[in-house]
């Protein structure tokens, strides 16, 4: 593959990913406050299921819990897709796993052997974050509207383009490699296992990925410590759920649910 040759604009995205037929359209911005944002808009005015957000820059990237996520020019992937799949809005969340295996995927083609998952958003390469995924979703009278899928990838990041705060943390596939990569083919390949894992999820669910999805979070008996937002649990893992929630026993032998928060590892 090529370096990035910095052709990146919106009738190259069309012209690599439209022959995708999860992909009905493509808005591309230059700058934009968050692609979530900017898709949350246009599926509030009636966009299809498979329009795309990219953007070459984000001056509000957006996280969980409202956080950050940088986004600079010229180096990274951040797309957002709107999807209206016909399941419970209970059962959306597990889309964010679906999106963590096809990035998960994605990464193993540059960096096989490196590639893992920190439950629920996290693709790490060497343990280190290059891929964070913000799934947010509307649903009125109990039914689902539409999903944003929303993936921010590191791609072409050198160490020194990182936040200082994020520089023990966070790495980018160039990093990982030792070159740079041509976002085009990247967003290729990402819409390729996107549409792959989404198919599959949408005839069985998160059953059927847990398979593939358990080889890259090897968090089974493991120790963790759950915080969500100003509680903090701590327990062994015991198993991760069909529909992807963690099974955790705490130090008193009860079992816990975990369906939302940050996980840290304690180790065995
Ligand atoms: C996430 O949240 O990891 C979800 C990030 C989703 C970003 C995409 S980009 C396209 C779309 N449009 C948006 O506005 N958002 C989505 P969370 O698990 O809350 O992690 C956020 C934390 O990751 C921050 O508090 C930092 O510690 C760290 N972080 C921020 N920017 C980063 C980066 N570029 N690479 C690695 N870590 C980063």
């Known amino acids: 593959m090529a370096a990035d040759p910095g052709e990146f604009n919106r009738v190259t ?14 808005h591309y911005y230059e700058e934009v406050d968050s692609t979530n944002t900017m898709a949350c808009r246009l599926a509030l005015g009636g ?17 969980r819990l409202n956080r950050a996520w ?15 799949p016909k399941i419970e809005p209970a059962v959306a969340p597990q889309m964010t ?17 490196s590639v893992s998952i920190k439950w629920p958003n996290d693709v790490l390469l060497k343990g280190r974050k290059a891929c964070g995924i913000l799934t947010e979703m509307k649903s009125a009278a109990g039914s689902l509207e539409f999903v944003i899928l929303g993936i921010g990838l590191n791609i072409n990041m050198n160490r020194e383009d990182f936040d200082p705060s994020l520089r023990e943390t966070a790495t980018s ?5 030792g070159k740079a990569w041509n976002r085009l083919d990247v967003i290729s390949k990402q819409f390729d296992l996107l549409e792959k894992w989404y198919k599959i999820f949408l005839k069985e669910g998160f059953s059927g990925l847990r398979k593939d999805w358990m080889r890259y979070a090897d968090i089974l008996g ?3 410590r759950v915080a969500y937002k100003d509680e903090f649990q701590t327990g062994i893992v015991t198993g991760i759920d069909e529909d992807g929630t963690i099974l955790m026993q705490d130090e008193s032998g009860a079992s816990h649910r975990v369906i939302a928060g940050d996980v840290h590892l304690l180790g065995r």
């Open 13 to 26: 995205l069309l012209e690599c990913l439209k022959q995708r037929p999860i992909i009905t359209d493509v």
């Open 47 to 63: 966009a299809r299921e498979g329009e795309v957000v990219v953007a070459d820059a984000q001056i509000k990237g957006r996280g």
């Open 70 to 84: 940088q986004s600079p020019h010229g180096m990274n992937l951040y797309t957002s897709t709107i999807l209206r």
């Open 97 to 113: 796993l679906m999106a963590g295996l096809a990035v998960a995927d994605l990464f193993s083609l540059f960096c096989p052997g």
């Open 173 to 177: 596939l160039k990093m990982e490699t």
């Open 222 to 224: 493991k120790r963790i």
